[in-house]
């Protein structure tokens, strides 16, 4: 079969290398890919929101099918625009996609349902939503309506901090904007794979989502991720699938927009209870390079199923053993960081035991390796727990000669501190 994979960053290189492994798979395409992701497929300069070349391409070259990567393009229909060409393609649809594209939507939908979730309420109106806020104590979690690219979410700790985002949120967008209940409680990501009626969990993973140690700076797309993570017990995981995920794709089937494709859930458990903070409409970036590590049955097989709902009696197979990667950025990411530096040591960092590594923004010029975006690099290495493979990252980032680079030195550390105990 002939493949399209669309997206650019470190998920889509972890995508591209377990899909170029697949039995199936006779030639794989990636739009637009990266450095990395040539070693494996064959680029196409197109970007993911090119979403009419896309479909173009996809018709010319007969793709039988296309996985997207990045939430944008489905959000503005890429999956809608290929299948009403008759190309098959891992969705969900744009009507899906609402689960990410619209915080009000999940939160509407968590309400009718009973899905555990913080308390909220939407407002169009400033001075009604202060009033909202102020009942709810500090502090107070505030939400621009549409995607934001992490950045639509506020977590004030005094009530001016709030007052000022709820005006600033209004005044930029003029959408919805959600107010809710702090949740306290540790964060994991969630994943399942769905063909609108049957839900195959997958793996579970834990992110960092500040810029530098401790858990401390601004939020970024993430910084490293390991899997399993030891919270999503199986008691944690069973109740977050029977009690939020389940009913919310069985409550997309009745509303006539069925679900079908990846869903990450964020969860954040409390004292065992999983709470949902929201939805994504596909991989996480980048727990998806720590779950292509772990993943031992073919991953194109089981998109394919989901496509064309036969995921009843489909049964997916991990590596016991734990996957950990670590975010190379830029300076300055999340902030302003300079492009174009150049990076060595890759090669040999590669060769470590254990290691992999996916190009998140990396492209070759004249022959040498440069960084191109704000996460450009995700050293990835498996181990028989979390900590043999946060040594083995670890030891891996270490040969890699970028100065104009930086990561975290302390990835995995809330299951490497567990398993001391
Ligand atoms: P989101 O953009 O929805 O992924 O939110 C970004 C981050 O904000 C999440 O990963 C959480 O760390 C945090 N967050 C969002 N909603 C809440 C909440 N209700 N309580 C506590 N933290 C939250
Ligand atoms: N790592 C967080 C995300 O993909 O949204």
Redesign the pocket.
């Known amino acids: 079969m002939k493949l399209l994979l669309v997206g650019s960053g470190g998920?889509e290189h972890a995508l591209a290398w377990a899909l170029a492994g697949s039995p199936l798979v006779s030639k794989l395409y990636c739009a637009p890919g990266n450095a990395g992701i040539a070693e494996v497929a064959e680029r196409v300069a197109t970007g993911a929101m090119e979403l009419d070349r896309l479909v173009d391409f996809a018709t010319e070259r007969r793709i039988d099918f296309v996985v997207i990567g990045p939430e944008m393009p489905l959000v503005a229909g890429l999956w809608d625009r290929l299948e009403a060409a008759g190309i098959k393609a891992l969705g969900p649809s744009a009507a899906g996609a609402m689960l990410e594209g619209s915080k009000g939507f999940v939160k509407d939908l968590c309400a009718a349902n009973q899905i555990p979730t913080a308390a909220y309420r939407r407002f169009t109106d400033a001075a009604a939503a202060k009033a909202f806020a102020a009942t709810l104590g500090l502090p107070v979690v505030i939400k621009a309506d549409g995607l934001a690219a992490?950045k639509g979410v506020i977590i004030a700790e005094t009530a001016a901090e709030g007052d000022r985002a709820i005006d600033s949120i209004l005044r930029k967008s003029g959408d919805d904007i959600v107010i809710e209940e702090f949740l306290a409680g540790e964060e994991a990501?969630f994943f399942v794979l769905t063909d609108g009626e049957h839900v195959l969990p997958l793996a579970g993973a834990q992110?960092h989502?500040r810029a530098y140690d401790g858990d401390k700076g601004p939020n970024t797309?993430?910084m490293g991720?390991y899997s399993p993570a030891p919270v999503l017990t199986p008691s944690v995981t069973k109740k977050a699938l029977d009690r939020i995920v389940r009913p919310t794709i069985a409550a997309m089937a009745v509303r006539g927009t069925p679900y079908m494709g990846v869903l990450?859930a964020?969860l954040i458990i409390e004292d065992g209870e999983p709470k949902l903070i929201e939805y994504?409409c596909?991989?996480?970036?980048?727990?998806?390079q720590v779950l292509m590590m772990r993943l031992k049955s073919d991953l194109a097989t089981a998109l394919i199923a989901a496509r064309d709902g036969q995921l009843a009696n489909l049964d997916l197979r991990w590596r016991n053993e734990a996957a950990l990667t670590v975010v190379m950025a830029a300076r300055g990411y999340p902030g302003e960081y300079a492009q174009g530096s150049e990076i060595r040591g890759l090669e040999a960092a590669s060769k470590s035991e254990g290691v992999r590594i996916f190009h998140a923004a990396t492209e070759r010029r004249n022959g040498r390796l440069v960084a191109t975006g704000g996460r450009v690099l995700n050293v990835t290495a498996v181990g028989r727990d979390v900590a043999e493979a946060q040594q083995r990252a670890y030891k891996a980032v270490d040969l890699i000669d970028w100065p104009e680079g930086f990561c975290r030195r302390d990835i995995g550390w809330r299951a490497v501190s567990r398993q001391r105990l």
């Not at 596909?282 to 998806?288: A, L, N």
């Open positions: 998920r992490g990501s992110d989502k797309g993430g991720a990450y964020g994504n596909r991989f996480g970036d980048p727990e998806c």
